[in-house]
């Protein structure tokens, strides 16, 4: 139990559905992360966000929309994804900022499998 | 690109040590090395990270080449529980790129 719990911890929807997956943490951490993890690739940083605010966006597709509405809460908005969306998406944070390069540790959810139809 | 080098998997027995090794040869001056693990059907859980100087905490020890463009997370007595993909990463902690990593098995 590393302090950040995502739900749901599966989910299936259809190409044109929309869903929404939810992370939160009661750390007291300043930052959050959105990861993707494929099969047999590696994990992949999509979005960053330091006290709510988004600081990091990798290139990520516009089908994917995040939420910071507090620095406890952080969502993943879903809409019209293609199959090869279908991954571990998994949530983090840390307590000092993304710029900070000491304070080290993040603290990783289980991941959310999401499986597109 | 993870920047980052290691093996693809490696074996250890039960209750021996576990030598990690990573090749990092192009970091930087304010690169931090960052070890993390990912047991299956989980999040990354982090094992330990380090800058220039050797670091020890409860679940493992990181030696730091001089030159730092290599390192070796020490696992001292291997268990079941520690077979998972243990991933070396330079970087600051908004920014980790995480490769393949190497998948570690545990013998009994």
């Known amino acids: 139990e590393t302090g950040v719990t995502q739900t749901p911890r599966h989910l299936v929807m259809g190409m044109t559905n929309k869903k929404s997956l939810k992370c939160e943490q009661h750390?007291?951490?300043?930052?959050m992360y959105w990861y993707k993890q494929s099969a047999k690739k590696p994990l992949e940083l999509m979005f960053v966000?330091?006290?709510?605010?988004?600081?990091e966006n990798n290139s990520v597709p516009s089908r994917f929309s995040p939420e910071c509405p507090n620095s406890s809460h952080l969502f993943l908005h879903l809409h019209t994804l293609q199959p090869e969306d279908s991954a571990l998406y998994l949530c983090?944070?840390?307590?000092?900022?993304?710029?900070?390069?000491?304070?080290?540790?993040?603290?990783f959810g289980e991941g959310s499998r999401l499986t597109v139809l | 690109d993870a920047k980052t080098t290691q093996p693809n998997s490696m074996e250890s027995n039960e209750e021996e040590p576990v030598h990690l090794p990573c090749n990092h040869s192009?970091?930087?001056?304010?690169?931090?090395i960052h070890w993390y693990r990912q047991l299956p059907s989980q999040g990354p859980e982090y094992v330990i990270h380090?800058?220039?100087s050797n670091v020890n905490n409860r679940m493992a020890s990181l030696a730091i080449a001089e030159d730092r463009k290599s390192s070796t997370l020490i696992l001292h007595r291997a268990t079941l529980r520690d077979a998972a993909v243990y991933y070396c990463?330079?970087?600051?902690?908004?920014?980790?790129?995480f490769g393949k990593g190497t998948k570690l098995s545990v013998k009994p």
């Open positions: 983090a944070s840390s307590p000092g900022t993304s710029g900070d390069t000491n304070t080290g540790e993040l603290f």
């Open positions: 750390l007291g951490h300043n930052a």
């Open positions: 966000y330091n006290f709510k605010e988004q600081t």
């Open positions: 192009t970091i930087s001056g304010t690169d931090y």
């Open positions: 380090g800058l220039t």
């Open positions: 990463i330079r970087g600051s902690q908004g920014n980790l790129i």
